[in-house]
């Protein structure tokens, strides 16, 4: 049910500088993550994925860091825009199989 | 291209009515369809896996008898909340796998239901 009085995490970053967004995965056999960016009152919006036979994958101005030893992940964006401003939650998966777990979330706000 | 919507975008309902949530993927065909619930300020909880022409897979916790799933065509899958109370009050958001599976899923806009 529903949790009264719960927060996200927030990250509060300047127009223009970088910001990065860590996520701890659960499952040690995941192999497959992505980040998803989330507004509000809509769907997740695909971001970026990276493989776990890589630790390191670029898009236009973010990047995810996989560190599989310490399971976790990290979101870099570039030169963060009022538009970033949303909630960005990561997701795992497990080889062989289609479902995604979603992790807990963190709220971007841009300061302009 | 890989377009998911979902219908209707909100809903309100009395309590002990049911609803209808569809989810439509507009240009590809999705042999397997997710839905999900997410209560505000949390995650996305995954409720059941919808394969096309089979029963849907719920996970664990979610009745299966409550959130009545149909798959009936590649393109359609449909979420009907039987006899809603209000802590069905949520955020239900569907996502479709193309065929053939990449293991990408693409999410729809997200259908919100109050319950009163």
């Known amino acids: 049910g529903e949790s009264v009085g719960l927060h996200l995490p927030t990250l509060s970053v300047q127009e223009g500088d970088n910001s990065i967004i860590n996520c701890a995965y659960s499952?040690?056999?995941?192999?497959?993550f992505i980040w998803y960016k989330q507004e509000s009152g809509k769907g997740p919006q695909f971001i970026i994925d990276?493989?776990?036979?890589?630790d390191k994958r670029q898009g236009q101005r973010v990047t995810v860091l996989l560190n599989k030893t310490v399971k976790h992940l990290s979101l870099q964006i570039a030169a963060t825009q009022p538009g970033d401003s949303a909630v960005y939650f990561c997701a795992e998966m497990v080889a062989a199989g289609n479902k995604l777990t979603f992790g807990g979330g963190t709220r971007v706000l841009v300061k302009p | 291209g890989a377009v998911v919507s979902q219908h209707p975008s909100w809903v309100i309902c009395k309590s002990g009515t049911s609803v209808k949530i569809e989810c439509r993927s507009l240009d590809f065909q999705a042999t397997t369809m997710f839905w999900y619930r997410q209560f505000p300020k949390q995650s996305l909880m995954l409720m059941a896996t919808?394969?096309?022409?089979?029963?849907?897979?719920?996970e664990q916790g979610v009745e299966k008898d409550k959130f009545l799933i149909n798959h009936a065509s590649l393109t359609l899958s449909t979420l009907t909340v039987t006899s809603a109370h209000p802590e069905d009050s949520s955020f239900y958001i569907c996502?479709?796998?193309?065929?053939?599976?990449?293991?990408?899923?693409?999410f729809g806009p997200g259908t919100r239901l109050t319950v009163l």
């Open positions: 996502s479709a796998e193309p065929q053939p599976s990449t293991d990408t899923q693409y």
């Open positions: 990276i493989r776990s036979n890589m």
């Open positions: 499952n040690s056999a995941s192999d497959y």
């Open positions: 919808s394969n096309e022409g089979s029963k849907a897979t719920y």
